[in-house]
């Protein structure tokens, strides 16, 4: 049957097959158009702030089936999610990823079908997401300095990463970003040298303030270095024009004054977006996470394994994001933020 959409202020009403269907609200009023899937908590590289130094990985049968990944994603996007993110652990380590990618690029009305990876086996991945249909790729790059990328990553080889970045650049990925985490006595002296990498307008180089989320627990607001702090820094050698921030956006976007390219600060801590933010998260095995910030999970793969109705999986989804926390603000206010999860579990 034919479904026909009517859009009533903040509310959409789907009249088809499934009856009536609502907008994913939750009881703070805010709309999710943005759906982060974690495909898998396995990494190949062991990131000091994200990965604990003994990682316990998910038994396999607990992860999700790209079939069980499509039909979420699927009914997500029938109640208004026009945006989803793949990430892991490393989602390239999950074995034909792109196939994942063709299933989620074919769903109607999603706009951007984009991935997060550490970018060690992009360059030989590059091709075939790109034909799959991914369109964006954000890489993350946390040192310029081959030996204390491989120290931060556990190992990892600065070369292939920037192999992986060289390789998305000539399959055309759009948004291309790569994200730096910023954290003070480790590799805040390299901020002006990772902001360098934009000014020719073909990468966008984001900032992201250090979070509670590493896996071996060192983190702590000295080591927090502020988003105002990156800024200044990055004057001390570009003239930065700030621009409009888009609703629901993570990061405040500058603009070289003088080079083509711009930078992203995401100040999660200093200065959190909660207040519009229009994301939520689906784990590897099954939780759904409305807030990364929030320890609480709804797992929806019992539904999905069973014979449970689309509108049975949907109730469960709407039931879950109403339930979204307001957010770090609170948590700072109420001066509770502490460690909340290894990063790897739930993918940023």
């Given at each position: ?155 990892g080889v600065l070369q292939k990463v920037i192999a992986g970045i ?15 985490v910023i954290i003070r006595g480790c590799n805040d002296d390299e ?67 003088d080079e083509a390219g711009e930078i992203g600060i995401i100040t ?81």
């Amino acid at each position: 049957m034919k479904r026909h959409v009517f859009k009533l202020s903040s509310l959409c009403i789907a009249i088809g097959g499934l009856g009536v269907v609502t907008v994913l609200t939750d009881s703070h009023g805010r709309i999710a158009r943005k759906l982060r899937i974690s495909v898998t908590d396995r990494c190949n590289f062991r990131c000091q702030f994200c990965m604990p130094t003994h990682p316990v990985w998910l038994p396999r049968s607990e992860i999700l089936t790209y079939e069980e990944i499509y039909r979420v994603s699927s009914l997500a996007a029938e109640m208004g999610v026009e945006n989803i993110r793949l990430s892991g652990g490393e989602p390239l380590m999950r074995q034909d990823v792109d196939k994942l990618v063709g299933l989620l690029a074919g769903i109607p009305g999603i706009r951007q079908l984009s991935m997060t990876t550490n970018g060690f086996l992009l360059g030989e991945k590059a091709p075939a997401l790109k034909r799959a249909g991914l369109k964006g790729v954000t890489v993350s790059l946390h040192s310029l300095k081959s030996d204390r990328f491989s120290e931060i990553s556990g190992g990892g080889v600065l070369q292939k990463v920037i192999a992986g970045i060289r390789a998305a650049k000539e399959n055309g990925f759009k948004p291309l970003k790569l994200n730096a985490v910023i954290i003070r006595g480790c590799n805040d002296d390299e901020i002006a040298d990772l902001a360098s990498l934009a000014v020719t307008g073909d990468v966008i180089v984001r900032f992201i303030e250090y979070m509670p989320f590493d896996g071996q627990r060192l983190w702590g607001m000295e080591k927090v270095v502020s988003g105002n702090e990156i800024v200044e820094k990055i004057q001390e050698r570009y003239k930065l024009v700030p621009l409009q921030r888009q609703n629901g956006s993570t990061a405040q976007n500058y603009k070289f004054a003088d080079e083509a390219g711009e930078i992203g600060i995401i100040t999660s801590i200093t200065a959190p977006f909660c207040s519009d933010c229009d994301r939520i998260r689906l784990s590897a095995d099954g939780k759904i996470v409305p807030c990364l910030f929030d320890r609480t999970g709804f797992d929806i793969r019992p539904l999905l394994r069973s014979a449970a109705s689309d509108e049975e999986v949907m109730s469960f989804m709407r039931n879950a994001i109403s339930r979204k926390a307001p957010g770090v603000e609170t948590l700072l206010k109420l001066q509770k933020l502490e460690h909340i999860r290894p990063m790897h579990t739930i993918g940023g």
